[in-house]
């Protein structure tokens, strides 16, 4: 049975991630704060720990459920978002939250990655479309964001530690269709928001080589009138 791994399996990208492949006969397991009982086991994240001891319990938990097996690919869909430029009162406080959210599990899925994934896996970060370039309303964001970005690069690389042949690529979304955001934005325009569904089809595709990818590569995903397109940047 084929095995895969989602990072921020409790949110509500990642919950329909876990639904998705579950259906399709995968494995998976759930990383986050919380259970997701949907998901076939869970490995949970303490974040009152430092971020080595995050990394090194998650690493146990991930040996003790494969036993011995490896993942076909980790997803990791952890992050969030807060605005603020740097005169804003809460600029620092929102900023160090986006290092957490975006940044440190980033950093989590790539190590677990390096230990776990089998030769040819698949690592998918993700990014944002926005932090391509400057983002002077969200500054914590658009810095985070960008360091996932020149992460993923960087875990293409030879010597990055990844399993021969492994992809590490970052999905780079402007906004995603989740009951959350239609909250907190009831008047946008939701043709052009992104619906989970299709980018867990694509990202299915990664997996199985029936789209191509070529690791390191940031993707946009745009969406116009409820059509979206991958495009690698």
Same mark, same amino acid.
Not at 33 to 51: G, H, P, R, W
């Given at each position: 049975?084929?095995?895969l791994?989602?990072y921020?399996g409790?949110?509500?990208?990642?919950?329909?991630?876990v639904?998705?492949?579950?259906?399709k006969?995968?494995?998976?397991?759930?990383i986050d704060?919380?259970?997701?009982?949907?998901?076939?086991?869970?490995?949970?994240?303490?974040?009152? #720990?430092?971020?080595e001891?995050q990394?090194?319990?998650l690493?146990q938990?991930?040996?003790?459920i494969?036993?011995?097996?490896?993942?076909? +690919?980790?997803?990791?869909?952890?992050?969030?978002w807060?605005?603020g430029?740097a005169?804003s009162?809460?600029?620092l406080s929102?900023?160090?939250?986006?290092?957490k959210q %975006?940044?440190?599990?980033?950093?989590?899925a790539g190590?677990?990655a390096a230990?776990?994934?089998?030769?040819?896996?698949l690592? %998918?970060?993700?990014g944002?479309?926005?932090a391509?370039?400057?983002?002077?309303?969200m500054m914590?964001?658009?810095?985070?964001?960008?360091?996932?970005h020149q992460y993923t #690069? %960087?875990?293409?690389q030879?010597?990055?530690?990844l399993?021969?042949?492994?992809?590490?690529? +970052?999905?780079?979304? !402007?906004t995603?269709?989740?009951?959350?955001?239609?909250?907190g934005?009831?008047?946008?325009?939701? %043709?052009?928001?992104?619906?989970?569904? !299709?980018?867990?089809e #694509?990202?299915?595709?990664?997996m199985?080589?029936?789209?191509?990818?070529e690791s390191?590569?940031?993707?946009?995903?745009? =969406?116009?009138d409820? !059509? =979206?397109?991958? =495009?690698?940047?």
């Open positions: 049975m084929p095995s791994a989602v921020g409790a949110g509500a990208l990642g919950r329909a991630l639904t998705f492949f579950k259906n006969g995968y494995f998976i397991i759930n704060l919380v259970e997701n009982t949907e998901a076939n086991s869970n490995a949970l994240v303490n974040i009152d #720990q430092s971020l001891q990394g090194q319990g690493d938990s991930l040996t003790d494969l036993k011995g097996d490896k993942l076909d +690919a980790l997803l990791c869909v952890a992050g969030g807060a605005g430029n005169a009162k809460s600029f929102s900023a160090d939250l986006m290092v %975006s940044v440190n599990s980033s950093l989590v190590y677990l230990r776990h994934l089998k030769a040819g896996g690592l %998918s970060l993700t944002a479309l926005a391509l370039g400057p983002t002077p309303g914590g964001y658009g810095l985070a964001k960008a360091a996932v #690069q %960087s875990l293409a030879e010597g990055s530690g399993p021969e042949l492994a992809k590490a690529i +970052a999905l780079c979304p !402007v995603i269709d989740t009951p959350m955001n239609r909250q934005m009831p008047d946008a325009d939701f %043709s052009s928001w992104t619906s989970p569904s !299709v980018i867990a #694509q990202l299915e595709g990664y199985t080589g029936s789209i191509k990818v390191g590569k940031l993707i946009s995903v745009v =969406t116009k409820n !059509v =979206t397109s991958f =495009t690698e940047a």
